[in-house]
T-cell receptor, first 117, second 113 residues
Framework: DSGVTQTPKHLITATGQRVTLRCSPR?????VYWYQQSLDQGLQFLIQ???????AKGNILERFSAQQFPDLHSELNLSSLELGDSALYFC????????????????FGPGTRLTVL | DQQVKQNSPSLSVQEGRISILNCDYT??????FLWYKKYPAEGPTFLIS?????DKNEDGRFTVFLNKSAKHLSLHIVPSQPGDSAVYFC????????????FGKGTKLSVIP
């Protein structure tokens, strides 16, 4: 158990809809990352938040947005969903203020499997 | 354009033998490299890492080797155990100040009892 939780575990929705994925980082971690894993693809970095502020942006579509709240949990919002958005979405956290792993050693949640029909 | 490549989608090894998983990268800005292991229905789990100032890092049965001039790294597992059967992802980052990981597509390791 990495200490990172993601809800829901599975999500099935239709094209054109909007969904919200939720992530709670490990206790004390300030950074949250979102990754997308499509079929036969490695994990693609989407976006990083650090202590509530956006820190880095990767291959994130304009239809997707994220935020990190004061309690450090994060949400990834996916709108105008397309069939190609079907994927596993992982959240990871890192960067404890004291002790623990380095910033680069990210701890992953179990993922949310999104299916767009 | 894939900056981190794992050219072998799968690898089968007998229990007790050595498993060698390879990874190549193209971005010379990458400064820190990590291996993650992933079981089905779980998120990736950090395994071992190496900084570009080193050429080897060891942790129990796992050793990572880095050849910076060849932009190549490898993960050695000795001896391989059936519980090591999983998908292994190589990842890289430019390091300090930029922590986003660039992942390869993974290599599925099967350790045969």
């Amino acid at each position: 158990d990495s200490g990172v939780t993601q809800t829901p575990k599975h999500l099935i929705t239709a094209t054109g809809q909007r969904v919200t994925l939720r992530c709670s980082p490990r206790s004390g971690d300030l950074s949250v990352y979102w990754y997308q894993q499509s079929l036969d693809q490695g994990l693609q970095f989407l976006i990083q938040y650090y202590n509530g502020e956006e820190r880095a942006k990767g291959n994130i579509l304009e239809r997707f947005s994220a935020q990190q709240f004061p309690d450090l949990h994060s949400e990834l919002n996916l709108s105008s969903l397309e069939l190609g958005d079907s994927a596993l979405y992982f959240c990871a956290s890192s960067g404890r203020t004291s002790g623990g792993a380095t910033e680069d050693e990210q701890f992953f949640g179990p993922g949310t499997r999104l299916t767009v029909l | 354009d894939q900056q981190v490549k794992q050219n072998s989608p799968s690898l089968s090894v007998q229990e007790g033998r050595i498993s060698i998983l390879n990874c190549d990268y193209t971005n010379s800005m990458f400064d820190y490299f990590l291996w993650y292991k992933k079981y089905p229905a779980e998120g990736p789990t950090f395994l071992i890492s190496i900084s570009s100032i080193k050429d080897k890092n060891e942790d129990g049965r796992f050793t990572v080797f880095l050849n910076k001039s060849a932009k190549h790294l490898s993960l050695h597992i000795v001896p391989s155990q059936p519980g090591d059967s999983a998908v292994y992802f190589c990842a890289a980052t430019p390091g300090a100040g930029s922590y986003q990981l660039t992942f390869g597509k993974g290599t599925k390791l099967s350790v045969i009892p």
